[in-house]
């Protein structure tokens, strides 16, 4: 699997565990402060739900999942300490830039967490590291897939942009009069866009490069005019006319062989020792004891 592929699957699923968590975390702190495990979170007709059988179920869907998480979480930090392994902040700058410029996953929304990206970044590299630890791999090799994959250390330029689609030429112009007055773009996204999945986040559509195929070329070429803050004027586009807002840029940005090259010998490592990217690899080694069972994952 490609670094870039990689990424996008960790992105998907740091989202999805992000969500988790915070859902059932900040859930159950809320719950916890208010009402007594008897009272009410709901109720339907004449029946109630209490808190305890609402958290209950909580814990029966999510539970298992998020106590591994933190446990693995908290294993990858004693091992890393351990063998007295760290990771750099540059590598995990260089891994966040890349995972915001391919993964499509930073949307105006989720970008806010930027600090617990970078945190769950950071992990599976210490994790990375911890199980590459004692692989010696050349010099001559690492130079060699340096050069023949180059491309892959490229951040691309990328462009984190909100668009707003309406199927006549009349209402889009409309819609920018009304932008040039003052009108909230996310507010009237929201409420003309015909692209239904964007107009609920505002119309923001998170970050796109060249290399993305899902939008038109002309998002790109647009993006690469406008500034931070600004809109464009209406443009046609398949499903009627769209206008696009620049909300961030990414510059691109080229890494040489010495900005690489320990990724690049986890990788090659990790091919070699053919050994699954989990933490669950240390649980024995640090002796963990769970409420599902002994080492049990």
Known sequence: MGRKQLWMVIAALIMVNCLTVAFFLSKAS?????????????????EAISRQDWLNELESRYGKDVLKEMIDQMVVEEIAAKYHIKVSDQEVEREFRM????????????????????????????????????VVVSNKELKGYYDKNKTLFDVPAAYHLSHIIVKTKGEAEKASK??????????????????????????????????????????????????????????????????LKLEAKISGKKYSYDDVKEQIRRQIALEQIKTPVSASTFWDEAKVDWFYGSNKK
């Open 30 to 46: 809320e719950a916890s402060g208010t009402m007594s495990n008897e009272e009410a979170v709901a109720t339907v007709g004449k």
């Open 99 to 134: 995972l915001q410029a391919t993964a499509n996953s930073f949307s105006q929304k989720n970008y806010k967490n930027e600090k617990q990206w970078k945190e769950k970044i950071r992990q599976s590299l210490l994790l990375e590291e911890i199980l590459t630890r004692d």
């Open 178 to 243: 009304e932008l040039a007055n003052g009108s909230s773009f996310a507010a009237l996204a929201m409420e003309r866009s015909i692209e239904e999945f964007s107009a609920n986040e505002g119309g923001d559509i998170g970050y796109i490069s060249e290399e993305d195929e899902r939008y038109p070329e002309q998002y790109i070429e647009t993006a690469k005019k406008l500034k931070a803050g600004a809109y464009s004027k209406p443009f046609k586009v398949e499903q009627g006319y769209a206008l």
